[in-house]
């Protein structure tokens, strides 16, 4: 496991709690962003083992829109303050704009998760400058275009070259194998089929030789295999893919739901399941 963290968990997968700081999030009812709920929920997050937060100021959902550089900044610069007031976690920062990294790796993030793997203008050369870590995802097309009409000749395939290269790319410019970790991007234009067969075939990213993050808590996928309608809890399926996940060797887990998604590794690991 490249990603040493304190408690140097190695049985269990990381827990990457998600703090969603974007005020139309409606995974968590679209309650508006302020500074007791983001305490409140990364205290909570902490107290439940989390071993690190994410949090975002661009909604990267489908046909999420777009956020202008201050204004991501003005969500994530004080939430960053305010989860520190809360607990010592490691802060993700989901962005993929390399103003938007340059201001928190001053701030001292612990890693950058770029849905669009560092092909910004400038990302790879700002990153090669800092001790990092970085998860470099898969994607096809934009968030306001990914979903209109996924298509791939082999998904997994495709996707595999994508973060070989992708990976080659940071190692040229000079950043350090053991700060990166990769990700298939579930339902990052893909459709249900793209991403079954991506999560069947999990076990291929180990190949990379670095952590595969995989997140697909509360997504729609999970709403589509548990053959519930739409506003049914998607908690069960989210925890069920998690175990999974765990046993196909993903080092690193993006979930909304930590105290539940840590009980079910837990006893999953423990009778037999382990990553
Ligand atoms: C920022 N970010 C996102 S946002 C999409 C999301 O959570 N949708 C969603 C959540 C809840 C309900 C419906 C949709 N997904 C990933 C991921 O899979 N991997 C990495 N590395 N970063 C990610």
Not at 97 to 103: A, F, G, I, L, P
Not at 139 to 156: C, D, F, I, L
Not at 168 to 183: T, Y
Request: proline share 4%; glycine share 8%.
């Amino acid at each position: 496991m490249k990603f040493k963290m304190h408690n140097n968990k190695q049985a269990l997968p990381l827990v990457m709690g998600i703090l969603n700081v974007t005020p139309d999030s409606f995974s968590d009812g679209g309650k508006t962003v302020d500074r007791d709920s983001v305490i409140r929920a990364a205290e909570m997050m902490a107290k439940s083992g989390a071993d690190l937060i994410d949090i975002g100021g661009e909604s990267t959902r489908p046909g999420a829109n777009i956020v202008s550089v201050d204004e991501e900044l003005a969500r994530v610069l004080p939430a960053m303050d305010w989860i520190r007031e809360a607990c010592d976690l490691p802060i993700s920062i989901d962005t993929y704009k390399t103003e938007v990294m340059r201001e928190v790796l001053s701030k001292g993030v612990w890693m950058i998760n770029d849905v669009n793997a560092l092909q910004a203008p400038g990302a790879l050369e700002l990153l090669a400058q800092h001790d990092v870590k970085v998860c470099l995802m898969h994607k096809q097309g934009t968030p306001q275009t990914m979903q209109a009409s996924p298509s791939y000749e082999n998904v997994v395939e495709e996707v595999m070259s994508f973060l070989k290269n992708r990976l080659e790319k940071c190692q040229e410019s000079g950043l350090q194998l053991s700060n990166i970790c990769v990700d298939p991007g579930f339902g990052f234009g893909k459709t249900l089929q793209h991403n079954v067969e991506l999560f069947g075939s999990l076990e291929v990213f180990q190949q990379l030789n670095c952590p595969v993050l995989v997140g697909v808590s509360r997504k729609s996928m999970i709403g589509a295999l548990q053959k519930m309608d739409l506003n049914e809890s998607r908690l069960a399926g989210s925890l069920a893919a998690a175990i999974v996940a765990m046993q196909k060797g993903a080092q690193i887990l993006r979930v909304h739901d930590v105290p539940e998604t840590l009980q079910a590794l837990r006893v999953a690991s423990a009778l037999g399941l382990h990553n």
